[in-house]
């Protein structure tokens, strides 16, 4: 972050917090987590921000969702009269950049490939981000009491969840997105409608969500490794992201202590024997 | 070969490449950004002592690639999955010409896939028609996130599409590799969207689907579709190197993989020359399922040697000596392969850290 950050810049903390909101709709994370704030300076009542992505190729759709989204938070604040947002070292920069100046919207930036609105698109993976939030506790529950069969999956109520649990409480947020009942009664394994699959077919759901969630995990592991990778030093603009973290990730993050060190190592089924040395 | 305690893996690396980056064949700006986003995957996913310079990264010629490929890196059998991208480099990216004289010049060793662009309409179909005569086809790699003047991807179930398949069939081209996105058209939708390989697996069952990078970064969305198809395959060409950084990660892959679409679908890849094959080869063979990993059943030798080669082999008849054939798994072509083991967890004595 640039040196206008730190206080007394009241303004460009306010500007940085507002970014917060803006997600990153495939990774589930807002871009201030990711890294993706490359600067953000306040001159009077001018903002100016500007975003960076893994690599060049990253889809232009997410790519303008997230800065146009960044846009309008700057703009609301109340004090900004001038907002420039760009996006940096994109394969679409120019034509994302010129349509954020001009406030084409989706449509006037991209003319003829664009058909509808992303309104589809961020649906897709709010979904999505549900169905992970949903299998990560189902997973934990499944674990923390090992007599129960998976079959039974489908009783289990948001009330049999550990309150205090942040996987809990991110499964929350995600259900209050997609509109999902928050009552203590209600079912947790269920789609984005709101509906439990019959019996037979909830070691399938639950599968086919655990799939859901590895892609996301790695994902976005993968993406802020490209990240640090592209911009050296850009660590320091990233959140530690517990899901899916793994033993490499104590390279760069000094504070973390992988899991996989405090149970067993790798390598369980057959003995690690010495390479086989050729008479 | 590889060989390693007693056990012998006959090697097919199903994606590799011969390109040319260098700043005399860029187009303009859009080549250098895709050249040095394969290095960031270089960079990020390779053990240190395996990383390349990026004057090595941009150009390998054919003598390097045949060192890394089968002097240094145990591969019997590879095959050249060539991406055109003409509008980024002036020559493409991949080397056909350069590909197919290797190929010649070293029979058995190299099968060259081409390339075609359904987009190309008449001239294009005239086009595959003669390539599949000199270069004798039996395979193409499909980027349907090519741009093409003012189109800037395809799918696969587009109506041009349907009549190049109708083609591949005639011209008995059975093995179809994909690599999907990012796709900007329709810019609406997932740019990442694998539903078209769904329609066009259903309607050309006699086709062989491989997707490429097993549908990553929609590795959900690919199990889905694989599981019902049985005639789509998941390539690991990008998936393979995550065995170093994120064991865990790979893991994971590779326990879906084998729930969802079983182990006689799945294609190792080194993506030469994104990675190199030999650290690839020799961590995979001593890889296992970590522990905690408590969903999945731990990876036999069998499995691993099919993976390594033997499922490729079969796709494309190379010829694999009699004592390390194996033969297909007892599993049923649709549907999940361990349906039982829907969760292992129980058994496995997982802990709850873990998740």
Request: net charge negative.
């Given at each position: 972050?640039?040196?206008?950050?730190?206080?007394?810049?009241?303004?460009?903390?306010?500007?940085?917090?507002?970014?917060?909101?803006?997600?990153?709709?495939e990774?589930?994370?807002?871009?201030?987590?990711?890294?993706?704030?490359?600067?953000?300076?306040?001159?009077?009542?001018?903002?100016?921000?500007?975003?960076?992505?893994?690599?060049?190729?990253?889809?232009?759709?997410?790519?303008?969702?997230?800065?146009?989204?960044?846009?309008?938070?700057?703009?609301?604040?109340?004090?900004?009269?001038?907002?420039?947002?760009?996006?940096?070292?994109?394969?679409?920069?120019d034509?994302?950049?010129?349509?954020?100046?001009?406030?084409?919207?989706?449509?006037g930036?991209?003319?003829?490939?664009?058909?509808?609105?992303?309104?589809?698109?961020?649906?897709?993976?709010?979904?999505?981000?549900?169905?992970?939030?949903?299998?990560?506790?189902?997973?934990?529950?499944?674990?923390?009491?090992?007599?129960?069969?998976?079959?039974?999956?489908?009783?289990?109520?948001?009330?049999?969840?550990?309150?205090?649990?942040?996987?809990?409480?991110?499964?929350?947020?995600?259900?209050?997105?997609?509109?999902?009942?928050?009552?203590?009664?209600?079912p947790v394994?269920?789609?984005?409608?709101?509906?439990v699959?019959?019996?037979?077919?909830?070691?399938?759901?639950?599968?086919?969500?655990?799939?859901?969630r590895?892609?996301?995990?790695g994902?976005?592991?993968?993406?802020?490794?490209?990240?640090?990778?592209?911009?050296?030093?850009?660590?320091?603009?990233?959140?530690?992201?517990?899901?899916?973290?793994?033993?490499?990730?104590?390279?760069?993050?000094?504070?973390?202590?992988?899991?996989?060190?405090?149970?067993?190592?790798?390598?369980?089924?057959?003995?690690?024997?010495?390479?086989?040395?050729?008479? | 070969?590889?060989?390693?305690?007693?056990?012998?893996?006959f090697?097919?690396?199903?994606?590799?490449?011969?390109?040319?980056?260098?700043?005399?064949?860029?187009?303009?700006?859009?080549?250098k950004?895709?050249?040095?986003?394969?290095?960031?995957?270089?960079?990020?996913?390779?053990?240190?002592?395996?990383?390349?310079?990026y004057?090595?990264?941009?150009?390998?010629?054919?003598?390097?690639?045949?060192?890394?490929?089968?002097?240094?890196?145990?591969?019997?059998?590879a095959?050249?999955?060539?991406?055109?991208?003409s509008?980024?480099?002036?020559?493409?990216?991949?080397?056909?010409?350069?590909?197919?004289?290797?190929?010649?010049?070293?029979?058995?060793?190299?099968?060259?896939?081409?390339?075609?662009?359904?987009?190309?309409?008449?001239?294009?179909?005239?086009?595959?028609?003669?390539?599949?005569?000199?270069?004798?086809?039996?395979?193409?790699?499909?980027?349907?996130?090519?741009?093409?003047?003012?189109?800037?991807?395809?799918?696969?179930?587009?109506?041009?599409?349907?009549?190049?398949?109708?083609?591949?069939?005639?011209?008995?081209?059975?093995?179809?590799?994909?690599?999907?996105?990012?796709?900007?058209?329709?810019?609406?939708?997932?740019?990442?969207?694998?539903?078209?390989?769904?329609?066009?697996?259903?309607?050309?069952?006699?086709?062989?689907?491989?997707?490429?990078?097993?549908?990553?970064?929609?590795?959900?969305?690919?199990?889905?579709?694989?599981?019902?198809?049985?005639?789509?395959?998941?390539?690991?060409?990008?998936?393979?190197?995550?065995?170093?950084?994120?064991?865990?990660?790979?893991?994971?892959?590779?326990?879906?993989?084998?729930?969802?679409?079983?182990?006689?679908?799945?294609?190792?890849s080194?993506?030469?020359?994104?990675?190199?094959?030999?650290?690839?080869?020799?961590?995979?063979?001593?890889?296992?399922?970590?522990?905690?990993?408590?969903?999945?059943?731990?990876?036999?030798?069998?499995?691993?040697?099919?993976?390594?080669?033997?499922?490729?082999?079969?796709?494309?008849?190379?010829d694999?000596?009699?004592?390390?054939?194996?033969?297909d798994?007892?599993?049923?072509?649709?549907?999940?392969?361990?349906?039982?083991?829907?969760?292992?967890?129980?058994?496995?004595?997982?802990?709850?850290?873990?998740?």
């Open positions: 972050m640039t040196a206008t950050l730190t206080p007394p810049d009241l303004l460009a903390q306010a500007a940085y917090d507002a970014l917060a909101v803006v997600l990153d709709p990774l589930d994370e807002p871009i201030t987590d990711l890294g993706f704030v490359r600067s953000l300076v306040v001159d009077g009542t001018e903002v100016v921000a500007h975003l960076r992505l893994p690599t060049s190729f990253c889809s232009p759709s997410f790519a303008y969702l997230m800065a146009s989204d960044a846009k309008d938070v700057l703009v609301a604040l109340p004090w900004a009269e001038r907002v420039v947002v760009e996006l940096d070292d994109h394969h679409d920069s034509q994302i950049n010129a349509g954020l100046a001009a406030d084409a919207g989706y449509k930036t991209f003319l003829h490939e664009a058909e509808h609105d992303l309104e589809e698109l961020r649906a897709t993976f709010r979904r999505k981000a549900h169905t992970a939030a949903m299998e990560r506790c189902l997973t934990r529950l499944l674990r923390a009491q090992p007599d129960r069969p998976v079959e039974d999956l489908g009783s289990v109520r948001l009330r049999d969840l550990p309150a205090d649990e942040p996987a809990t409480q991110a499964l929350l947020r995600r259900r209050a997105a997609l509109g999902l009942p928050e009552h203590d009664g209600a394994l269920v789609d984005h409608e709101g509906t699959p019959p019996p037979e077919q909830v070691p399938m759901a639950l599968r086919r969500a655990r799939s859901t590895i892609s996301i995990d994902n976005a592991h993968f993406c802020r490794g490209l990240l640090r990778t592209r911009y050296p030093g850009s660590e320091s603009g990233q959140t530690h992201r517990a899901d899916g973290a793994e033993a490499a990730d104590a390279a760069y993050d000094p504070t973390f202590v992988p899991l996989s060190s405090l149970t067993r190592p790798a390598g369980r089924s057959t003995a690690r024997v010495p390479e086989e040395i050729q008479p | 070969m590889y060989t390693k305690d007693g056990e012998s893996y090697i097919v690396d199903a994606h590799i490449a011969l390109w040319d980056a260098r700043p005399e064949n860029q187009r303009n700006i859009h080549g950004q895709f050249i040095d986003c394969f290095y960031d995957y270089h960079r990020n996913l390779s053990p240190e002592s395996e990383v390349w310079s004057e090595d990264y941009l150009y390998q010629g054919g003598e390097r690639l045949m060192e890394d490929i089968f002097t240094d890196g145990y591969v019997d059998h095959i050249f999955q060539p991406a055109y991208l509008e980024f480099y002036k020559t493409g990216f991949g080397q056909s010409e350069e590909a197919h004289a290797l190929t010649q010049a070293n029979p058995g060793k190299l099968t060259y896939n081409h390339n075609f662009d359904p987009r190309n309409g008449e001239q294009g179909l005239e086009q595959l028609h003669a390539d599949a005569e000199r270069f004798g086809l039996k395979g193409v790699k499909l980027y349907t996130a090519e741009w093409h003047g003012q189109s800037r991807g395809w799918k696969l179930d587009d109506p041009w599409a349907y009549r190049y398949f109708e083609a591949c069939r005639e011209l008995g081209i059975t093995n179809i590799h994909v690599h999907k996105g990012p796709t900007i058209r329709p810019l609406d939708r997932d740019a990442f969207d694998v539903a078209d390989i769904d329609h066009v697996a259903s309607d050309f069952t006699d086709l062989n689907f491989i997707v490429e990078h097993v549908g990553l970064p929609r590795l959900e969305d690919f199990c889905w579709i694989a599981t019902q198809e049985p005639n789509v395959y998941g390539g690991l060409a990008v998936a393979m190197p995550f065995i170093h950084t994120r064991p865990k990660y790979f893991a994971q892959i590779m326990g879906e993989l084998m729930y969802w679409i079983g182990e006689d679908r799945i294609l190792f080194s993506d030469y020359a994104i990675w190199t094959p030999r650290w690839l080869i020799e961590k995979f063979v001593d890889f296992q399922i970590p522990q905690e990993l408590a969903e999945y059943a731990p990876l036999t030798t069998d499995q691993k040697k099919k993976v390594l080669g033997l499922n490729a082999a079969k796709l494309y008849d190379i694999v000596p009699a004592e390390l054939r194996l033969p798994a007892d599993e049923t072509a649709t549907g999940p392969r361990q349906p039982e083991s829907a969760d292992l967890g129980v058994d496995r004595g997982a802990d709850l850290a873990s998740v």
